[in-house]
């Protein structure tokens, strides 16, 4: 029988921030059984690729675990790939951040495995034309990429084996496409059904070599897959039936293979990634349609394989424009990265914070939570703060400052006013109701506002189908479905919460409402929004300094229209927010009527604040009676002249006082969003919409300008 060679591959990682039980877990259940069965088999060869946060929690948890794979490199069992070592995704971070990633990862591997790096992993594959160009400068020779990016360059299917070359500025790379039908099948199926496979295609003249690539946490992490891969014995038999089969599977590395046999031929690859990434980066309502379409194509088999190969969905990049807290996180991070190398360029610990703060977990969101996932995104806030209070020493030393700079930070044509200082951030988007979308606690490298606004996801429609024709999943004993088939849900009544809000859930957030409005009716929707101030353009009059104070001076002439039949009425609304001392940040409102009668309502100053964790005992609300509220408490208060109120967060170390003069009611609410994980359809706690509210009368050419929200950080302890 004709000899097909395999080329098999694992990618393991854990992202920056996730929880240590999770990498604990996932080690002993995953990471080293699978190493431990290789060692068993010293016949299996095999491509490793461990990401730098998972390498560097198992340098300081588990250092032995070293000793075995450097024993499988010595006798030649596996070669380990390089790729961003904190997992970016490549294309979207700066060239010199990306290289010196790669560089960083490369001589990690040779450090403690012995081993120097040809290939790399490319994170969730994501790809772009002009990649070999800086793969090359980085050391890289060859990556893997799925047979999807092959397809649509139009390469027939029988002709997506071996490896091909490209290059960017004749500078050459060489590329393996991963086979789809053994990333389904592995570990999912019966192993007979892969040796079935490898024998169809080894039956065919042309194929000489097949690649299998995946994630690693297939084999042990994912739903299901530990007690199907170990306990009852899927690896063992996997294995065995390899070897026992090694007369015609010949198991190599991809290296090795690459010094034996020369590459199919010359292709050029456009932006892709894996197929359902793709699909995840249409905007939601397209992914309805898009999998509509599919569903119908599927009913006509033989048209469904002439038209899927043409048939694709998005763009990566499209996240951010999908996802606003995905842009906002992205340009943190190149405001950060351009800082960091024009001020701090051979500082090392600088530019392992502002890598760290790369990792693409919390950018996109697909099948994981990810972007959903609050300590996530936490963790990329957290190190790109630490990262610019590196430049921040460098720049003013232990001096106090503060400074205002206008750009266009979200990248949108509009330009952001951003108040800095060696306490605190406050990022304003005049653009947007002159709200403020960040506000960072330095001193304890925390973003109180890295929240979510709810939004309508594809995946939501397959919820209610769920919820209205339960399913059962399998039973003891069957193969695992894969994750991307598995439906479920972490609780009941997930659907109350499916409310897609209509505007950004940022501070500072300006309301008109009828007197009769009730909190629960303004946490449903269901409410009047007299003013046309949310969401909408500000001008920006002024910005200003002096000694450690800033201040930015928003305005913007709109209209109040107290029901639908009503005429508008012209009001003036001026906006001061700026920083009083170092630690203490202000908005404060002059509301004026410009037309000849009354108006009497509500006016609101929306916050959303978050710290992270709804109902934990370390993180909630004191009130001035001194009684404490979880973070997710919601209620409505009427409240006297001065009250604030108290948010304390004992685990990083944080208090925020709240304070509203003049207000006469509190409305707290939490927000959550339902998403979908590997475990299941799950609400997630986002943050707290917490709104002050006045009972003002506008009289015509009488303005009121007693208006105030102030937040005062301090350490808690």
């Known amino acids: 029988m004709k000899k ?138 060859y990556s893997i990429l799925d047979d999807t990016h092959f397809r649509q360059a139009g390469l027939p299917e029988d002709e997506m084996f071996g490896y091909y070359v490209t290059e960017h500025n004749g500078k050459v790379l060489r590329l393996f496409p991963i086979d789809k039908q053994l990333r389904y099948l592995i570990p999912f199926r019966q192993p007979q059904e892969v040796i079935d496979y490898l024998k169809l295609l080894a039956e065919n003249d042309k194929i000489q070599a097949v690649t299998m690539a995946d994630d690693g946490e297939k084999f042990g992490v994912w739903p299901g897959t530990y007690d199907w891969v170990y306990n009852q014995g899927y690896l063992e038999r996997f294995f065995t039936m390899l070897e026992e089969n090694s007369e015609w599977v010949v198991m190599s590395t991809f290296s090795e293979y690459m010094e034996s046999h020369n590459p199919q031929g010359k292709i050029y690859l456009p932006t892709s990634s894996y197929e359902e990434m793709m699909e995840w980066a249409l905007p939601s309502p397209t992914i309805v349609q898009y999998e509509k379409v599919l569903h119908d194509l599927e009913k006509n088999e033989v048209l469904y394989k002439e ?62 939570g990810g972007l959903y996932l609050n300590y996530l995104r936490n963790a990329i806030y957290t190190h790109l703060i630490k990262a610019e209070k590196i430049v921040d020493h460098v720049r003013h030393e232990d001096v106090n400052w503060v400074e205002i700079d206008q750009l266009d930070y979200q990248a949108t044509d509009h330009k952001c006013v951003l108040i800095s200082s060696s306490q605190l951030n406050a990022y304003v988007d005049p653009s947007n109701g002159g709200a403020c979308f960040e506000i ?32 059962k999943q399998g039973t003891d004993g069957e193969e695992p479905k894969s994750i991307h088939d598995i439906v479920t849900v972490k609780e009941e009544g997930l659907d109350k919460y499916l409310i897609y809000d209509t505007y950004s859930r940022h501070n500072f957030i300006d309301h008109f409402l009828p007197l009769n409005t009730t909190m629960d009716n303004f946490k449903q929707l269901r409410y009047n929004e007299c003013g046309n ?176 929200v102030s937040l005062c950080f301090n350490p808690h302890h």
């Not at 973003?447 to 939501?460: C, D, L, Q, V, W």
């Not at 002249?641 to 509203?660: A, G, H, P, R, T």
């Open 4 to 141: 097909i060679h395999f080329l098999f591959g694992i990618h393991c990682h854990q992202p920056v921030g996730n929880f240590e039980h999770v990498f604990d877990e996932s080690f002993s259940r995953c990471y080293e059984p699978f190493i431990n069965m290789l060692v068993k088999h010293p016949k299996i060869k095999c491509t490793l690729h461990y990401t730098g946060p998972l390498l560097e929690w198992i340098e300081q948890h588990r250092k032995r675990f070293f000793e075995a794979i450097s024993m499988l490199v010595a006798r030649h069992q596996v070669e380990i790939l390089s790729g961003g070592f904190y997992e970016p995704i490549i294309t979207v971070i700066p060239p010199e951040d990306a290289i010196g990633q790669i560089r960083m990862l490369s001589e990690y591997v040779e450090e403690h495995f012995g081993y120097s790096p040809k290939g790399m992993w490319l994170a969730e594959r994501v790809w772009e034309p002009a990649l070999p160009d800086l793969m090359h400068d980085a050391g890289i020779s």
């Open 307 to 368: 038209v899927k190969p043409f048939y694709r969905g998005g763009f990566w990049r499209n996240f951010l424009a999908k996802y606003e807290e995905s842009n906002l996180m992205h340009k943190k991070m190149l405001r950060i990265s351009k800082l960091v190398h024009e001020h701090t360029p051979d500082n090392m610990q600088a530019k392992k914070e502002l890598w760290r703060g790369q990792c693409n977990c919390p950018y996109w969101h697909g099948l994981f």
């Open 440 to 471: 960072d606690y330095k001193p304890s490298n925390f973003n109180i506002t890295n929240g979510f606004t709810r939004k309508f996801e594809a995946y939501h429609e397959r919820l209610k189908h769920f919820l209205e024709n339960r399913g």
């Open 533 to 708: 101030f949310v969401g909408q353009q500000y001008k920006l009059k002024e910005t200003k300094t002096a000694g450690i104070t800033g201040e930015v001076v928003l305005e913007r002439l709109g209209s109040v229209r107290m029901s639908k039949k009503s005429a508008d009425i012209p009001v003036k609304l001026i906006k001061k927010i700026g920083t009083i001392d170092l630690n203490r940040l202000h908005v404060i409102y002059t509301l004026e009527n410009r037309s000849d009668q009354a108006i009497e309502l509500l006016f609101g100053c929306e916050l959303n604040l978050s710290y992270l964790a709804a109902q934990s005992g370390d993180r909630y609300f004191l009130n001035e009676d001194g009684t404490r509220q979880h973070m997710d408490y919601e209620g409505t208060k009427s409240i006297t002249f001065n009250y604030s109120l108290q948010m304390i967060n004992e685990w990083d170390n944080i208090k925020v006082d709240v304070s509203f003069p003049r207000a006469v009611s509190l409305w707290r609410f939490p927000i959550a969003t339902v998403s979908q994980s590997e475990g299941g359809f799950e609400r997630t706690y986002q943050q707290t919409m917490i709104m002050p509210l006045w009972q003002i009368r506008l009289e015509p050419g009488t303005p009121i300008n007693d208006v105030e």
